[in-house]
Structures are given as structure tokens and as C-alpha cells.
């Protein structure tokens, strides 16, 4: 039933193999870099590469500072962290997301609010967004955003970049100022992608991102957040680094800080990835463009990004009918050795959010009925 789309993914790729999802490009400069830092003894959350990096992300991105860490959850329980979140407190997100997200805000001791995405990005709708704080929420005299059904503070909003597409940020973050809702960019997945020529997680007031072994380049395991505030700058990096008080030889620690440090082994992969950046980001705009021609020509519907934004396209994303044709394109793809997947199922059905407030999330059910990921990793002729 899906022959000619298996036949077109393997044309793409050049083999007949199996093929994954996303796999990394691992190449002679990772092993030299990080065959570096090996000779140097300096392998774990100290060194000059971590530093290096840090300065590379920023660079990159356009945000005055960077603070790496050990995966992109920790990235975003810290970014929660600084950003005021406190037990009790609210925090609107999505539902269509990986889990990490609600994860994150769970381990603040605090509840998400679910709100549903736009069906053209995949993100978190300002519409819904607006919707929800106009019927539901006040700023009183404290300046606070109060929930008056549940009467807690809503402390931030973290959108995601869903597999790479740009959300509506600046739409986004004009009603997060207005509600005086500090605003976190879950932007784990688009490295890469802008929207008006600002990059991903640099249009809030903190970003994350993840290099994970699946992302458009890895440290093997890793994050970073990202922000153009010195003062949430600096409690990032003291806070991921267990509070610990600068001294020359003593250990004193002034809070309850975290190990999130990235080890600087991980940054040295990340530092070589990072030199072909640039071209991974052009090579899977070019897969993502071959695979919408061919969804033309052939009646697959794909996301596209949207006008004024400029996408990494990350996992390329196709929507078919309904769950039953889903799951039979899953199966059949999956049977010739392809991967392909399902979005995520919605974390709003978690046994630990069932109790969360939550709007409709009719284009949420709708999505996850309908989406389906193809290959879209760097292919390993292009090394």
C-alpha cells in the first residue's frame, strides 16, 4: 500500500539497509577531539572545552550567554528554577511534546496547564493561549498572573519548537509580558530554525536545547540553556554546578544546587559536530523539500514551515487520515526496515497530569491521531 513512499525514503538514503529515524554522524574530528581531551585528564565538569562551547552555542544562536548541562531536561528544571517556579505554582506548556517537558515542571513541585497547539506548526497556539488567561486568569495587586479557579500563580509558559518548526513566539511572548508570565522556550529540537531572523529560544526569556544522540548534532548526552539575562545567567551557572561558593580550596555550597554540569568529554563532541552545523542544517532543509515534491506529486500531505520562519526540520512530518491509516503506514514501514513513528502520545493522559487543568486540546487529539515521522537524519553518504 506505501510501496512507492519506502521506495522514495530508500532513493533518499542509498541503501538497503535499515534505516533510523535520526542517527548521529560520527567521523574522525569527533574521535580526534574528544581523543584530546582524553590525553588532557580533564574529562569531566571542568575544562576549557565546555567553555568553548558554551561561547560556540551563544555565538550561534544570538544570545549573550549560554550555560551547558547534562541533558535538556536538567536545562529545563533549571530554566524553571531561575525563572521563579515554585512549589504549587502553575505552568502552561503542551501536551503534544515528549515528556520531559511536563517532567521538568513536576520535579518544580509545580503543575503544567495544558493548552493546545496550531495544527499549522505544531506548537502552542497564542490563540489557546489567550483564550485560556482571558476566561480563566487576573493580575492583581501583587503584579502576579493568579488562576482564579485553581488560585495559584502562573509563573512561566514553555512552548516547544515540535520537531523543529517554529512556534509563534513574538505572538506568544506579547501575552506572556502582558500577563507578567516569565516565558521558557522548550527549543530541544530546533537548533537551527528562526523565526524573523532570531533563532530558536533566544525570543523568551530563556531557552533550552538538547544534543541528545537523536538531535541535528550531539554531545552524546547533553543540553544547554540559553538567555540574554546576566542575572538569571549567572544563578543558571551557579545553581547547575551544586551552589558550590568559588574558593581555592574550599568546598561550601550557599543552596541546594544541582550537578548538571556538562562533562567537558561531551563538549568536545559537541565542538566538532558543531563545525558542520551549518551544512547538516542545509542537507535536511534539502531532504525536507524532496520530501514535500514527492508528497505533491504523490497526495502525502507534509508540514511545511511557515512564512517567516526558517526551519532545521528536524523530523519530517507527515499527516495522513486518521489513526488507522497511521498505524498501517507505521507497520508497513517498519516491516521493510524503516523507522518511522508516531507522535508522542499526548502527556495531558499521564497518570501524573490527569489531574491538570487543561483546555480542549481538540487540535492536540486531532494531531496525534494523524502524525507520522519519516527518516530524516543526515545521510551517511553526505560525510
Not at 89 to 97: F, R, Y
Amino acid at each position: 500500500m506505501f510501496r512507492s513512499l519506502i521506495d522514495f525514503i530508500r532513493k533518499i538514503y542509498g541503501v538497503n539497509r535499515f534505516i533510523a529515524l535520526h542517527e548521529p554522524v560520527i567521523g574522525d574530528l569527533e574521535k580526534e577531539y574528544i581523543n584530546k581531551v582524553l590525553d588532557s585528564g580533564f574529562v569531566s565538569s571542568v575544562g576549557e572545552e565546555v567553555k568553548e562551547f558554551e561561547r560556540q552555542i551563544s555565538s550561534f544562536v544570538g544570545a549573550k550567554f549560554a550555560i551547558a548541562t547534562s541533558n535538556g531536561t536538567s536545562a529545563l528544571h533549571a530554566a524553571l528554577l531561575v525563572a521563579g517556579v515554585q512549589p504549587k505554582d502553575e505552568v502552561i506548556t503542551q501536551s503534544l511534546t515528549f515528556v520531559a517537558t511536563s517532567n521538568a515542571i513536576h520535579y518544580c513541585n509545580a503543575n503544567p496547564i495544558f493548552i493546545d497547539v496550531d495544527r499549522s506548526n505544531l506548537g502552542l497556539s497564542e490563540d489557546s493561549l489567550e483564550d485560556f488567561l482571558t476566561k480563566n486568569c487576573e493580575i492583581r495587586d501583587d503584579g502576579f498572573c493568579w488562576n482564579r479557579a485553581t488560585k495559584k500563580i502562573v509563573r512561566a509558559c514553555v512552548p516547544m519548537h515540535t520537531f523543529g518548526l517554529s512556534a509563534n513566539l513574538f505572538e506568544i511572548r506579547e501575552i506572556c509580558n502582558r500577563y507578567n508570565i516569565v516565558l521558557i522556550e522548550d527549543a530541544a529540537e530546533s537548533l537551527g530554525t528562526k523565526n524573523k531572523n532570531s533563532h530558536s529560544g533566544t525570543i523568551g526569556d530563556l531557552g533550552i536545547i538538547s544534543f541528545n544522540g537523536n538531535k541535528i548534532i550531539t554531545t552524546g548526552g547533553g543540553g544547554i540553556v540559553v538567555t540574554n539575562n546576566q542575572a538569571m545567567a549567572r544563578k543558571l551557572k551557579h545553581l547547575t554546578t551544586t551552589a558550590k561558593v568559588s574558593h581555592e580550596w574550599n568546598f561550601s555550597h550557599d543552596m541546594v544546587g544541582y550537578n548538571y554540569r556538562m562533562p567537558n568529554l561531551n563538549a568536545a563532541l559537541g565542538l566538532a559536530q558543531l563545525q558542520r552545523l551549518n551544512e547538516y542544517i542545509q542537507i535536511k532543509r534539502d531532504i525536507a523539500l524532496s520530501y514535500q515534491s514527492w508528497g505533491e506529486r504523490n497526495g502525502f500531505n507534509f508540514v511545511k514551515e511557515l512564512s517567516g520562519t526558517r526551519s532545521n526540520y528536524w523530523l519530517n512530518t507527515m499527516l495522513v487520515e486518521d489513526r488507522e491509516v497511521r498505524d498501517l503506514l507505521l507497520k508497513e514501514t517498519n516491516d521493510h526496515s524503516i523507522m518511522t513513528r508516531p507522535a508522542w502520545d499526548p502527556v495531558h493522559l499521564m497518570t501524573a497530569n490527569t489531574h491538570c487543568q487543561r483546555d480542549s486540546l481538540e487540535n492536540t487529539n486531532w494531531l496525534a491521531d494523524r502524525i507520522i515521522n519519516l527518516p530524516s537524519g543526515v545521510p551517511k553518504n553526505e560525510h
